[in-house]
């Protein structure tokens, strides 16, 4: 079983990067053949366009990443909250991915695909706001977005040196974002 990670940061000390690296972790652990998504592979994306659509087809990047969302058994996204929301680098992903092209039709790259959602932040709430706006906007996809999520609240404080979160508390609910997904993944898809 393959799953895709992907952050919706690219900054160079995310948090949600950092959180993301521990849910590979766990994921590689379960032997299940993990895909990291390079930030600049994000960040090479034009901002949606659609006379460049007209003119041009998808722009190389956004093909590379509907191939790698379609080969993907799973998918867990890092998602940071800007102003409640979900970031643009995000949304622009999802906006590309979900464009037909003769390769692959619009919905293949989501629809009864499990997704599970992680956000970290420095406040409170941990990004949860955010992740209720990408929930729907995965939902309008008919992607199969999994119960159960993680929000880390007061990030700036919970990783150590090694980039391993300090309190196991939020290491055990990493680990049961990861418990849905490959439940809705061998469901879905079955084992192998
Ligand atoms: C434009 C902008 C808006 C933000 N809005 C929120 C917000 O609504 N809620 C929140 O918890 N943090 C908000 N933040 C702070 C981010 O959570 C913080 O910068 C976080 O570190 C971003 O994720 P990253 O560490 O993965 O890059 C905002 C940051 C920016 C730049």
Known sequence: MKVLCLSG??????FNSALLAVAAADLASRDIDVVRVAPAELTALPLM???????????EQARALKAAFHK???????CPEYNGSVTPLLKNVIDWVSRPDEALPAPACFQRRPMALLAASPGALGGL??????????????????PRQFALAKAGDAFDAQGA?????????????IDDLLYWMEAIHGKG
């Not at 706001?129 to 999994?146: D, F, T």
């Open 72 to 78: 993907a058994d799973g998918v867990v996204l890092a």
């Open 49 to 59: 366009d659609q006379d460049l659509e007209a003119a041009s087809g998808l722009p």
């Open 129 to 146: 706001r955010g992740l209720r706006h990408m929930r729907e906007i995965l939902g309008n996809l008919s992607a199969m977005v999994v």
């Open 165 to 177: 979160l300090r309190d196991s508390k939020n290491q055990e609910a990493v680990a049961g974002v």
């Open 9 to 14: 940061s690219a900054r160079a000390a995310s």
